[in-house]
């Protein structure tokens, strides 16, 4: 091996992960994309108690806060393909294994994103609710026009720590033959037994993407908080009447 640290090997190898990095910011924006179209629609039926829907919206819930996410990972990345295959779905093992990486990623980030959501919504006064139906508004215009903004204010930073958990979690997909960063590290690692240089410039290449999406989602916080400054619930009700 020679030396025990060659940095110019870490320097060249760096260029070669980075070719990866789309991959790891690919299922990222599809997990939290989808996950937050469920975590609403799962929010939804457990605050407004609809009947079946929140039963299964608790489930749900549970289960994915419940189960750690490997295990979620290997359950549906194997699981699934082979369940639609025998409801007759013959076409299901010639969808690339991705798209199944990122349908569960999705999910898990539904089931932590509607426990955020939930509690943001349930975060804002009742009277915030009651005086838009009293100005006229359907319920899903109230809960549009006065209740989300003020829920999104409230879950803003519990999201964005959901979304950098979400981008460390890519980390793990290598499990079921997906190349990402961490898997090519692997790859060459093994080649050229060079894994601690590997694995350093896979480290760098991570904080620099959660920095990123740390400092990213603190500018959009900071932009909510303005916004929600100039334009108080309060007013936003009377606005509508």
């Given at each position: ?7 110019g090997y870490m ?64 359950l549906f990345y ?152 100039r334009e108080r ?9």
């Amino acid at each position: 091996m020679g030396v025990y640290f060659d940095i110019g090997y870490m320097v060249k190898s760096l260029p070669v992960l980075l070719s990866y990095v789309h991959i790891t910011l690919g299922l990222t924006a599809a997990a939290v994309a989808g996950g937050l179209a469920a975590s609403i629609f799962l929010a939804m039926a457990v605050s407004k108690n609809i009947p079946v829907l929140a039963h299964f919206a608790r489930v749900y819930i549970s289960f994915m806060r419940g189960t750690p996410f490997l295990v979620q990972l290997f359950l549906f990345y194997f699981g699934l393909p082979e369940l639609l295959i025998r409801l007759g779905v013959t076409a299901a093992h010639s969808v690339p294994g991705i798209v199944y990486v990122a349908l569960v990623f999705a999910m898990h980030v539904g089931g932590y994103g509607a426990e955020i959501l939930r509690t943001a919504i349930l975060a804002v006064p009742s009277g915030q609710l009651e005086a838009a139906l009293s100005c006229g508004l359907s319920e899903w215009q109230a809960y549009r026009q006065v209740v989300f903004p003020q829920a999104v204010k409230i879950a803003a930073e519990p999201l964005v720590n959901m979304v950098i958990t979400t981008l460390k979690d890519t980390s793990l997909v290598f499990n079921v033959g997906i190349i990402d960063m961490m898997r090519k590290a692997d790859l060459l690692g093994a080649n050229s037994q060079r894994n601690l240089e590997l694995y350093i410039d896979t480290a760098i290449i991570y904080v620099l993407l959660v920095l990123a999406l740390h400092y990213g989602g603190k500018a959009v916080i900071r932009f909510i908080g303005k916004k929600s400054k100039r334009e108080r619930a309060e007013v936003q009700v009377v606005e509508y009447c």
